[in-house]
């Protein structure tokens, strides 16, 4: 059974940090490649940041350059957000997305919440 469990959401003060895990199960997790997605009320789902299935080339959203870092663990099949710098724009239901690097097949989580606020 395929699952991506998303955990470390929570409130935080602009300014301050968080750092997203997706663990994976039941997929060969170096297979696929992994994204951060999030989706604010009232807006679009949007891309926030990707990284391949070796872990290189990761690549970010423009609002999230600089401030935010993904990294992967191959070995605990789990992906990671770090959140530095939060601004009250960045609160989002984040999910994080696995897609098979060559099949294109796609799983998603089911979204942790992040609040910025004072």
């Known amino acids: 059974q395929v699952q991506l469990v998303e955990s470390g959401g929570g409130l935080v003060q602009p300014g301050g940090s968080l750092r997203l895990s997706c663990a994976a199960s039941g997929f060969t997790f170096s297979d696929y490649h992994m994204s951060w997605y999030r989706q604010a009320p009232g807006k679009e789902h949007g891309l926030v940041a990707h990284?391949?299935?070796?872990?290189?080339?990761?690549n970010y959203a423009d609002s999230v350059k600089g401030r935010f870092t993904i990294s992967r663990d191959n070995v605990k099949n789990t992906v990671y957000l770090q959140m530095d710098s939060l601004k009250p724009d960045d609160t989002a239901v984040y999910y994080c997305k696995a897609e098979h690097w060559r099949w294109g097949t796609m799983w998603w989580g089911q979204g942790t919440q992040v609040t910025v606020s004072s």
């Open positions: 990284i391949t299935n070796r872990g290189d080339n990761p």
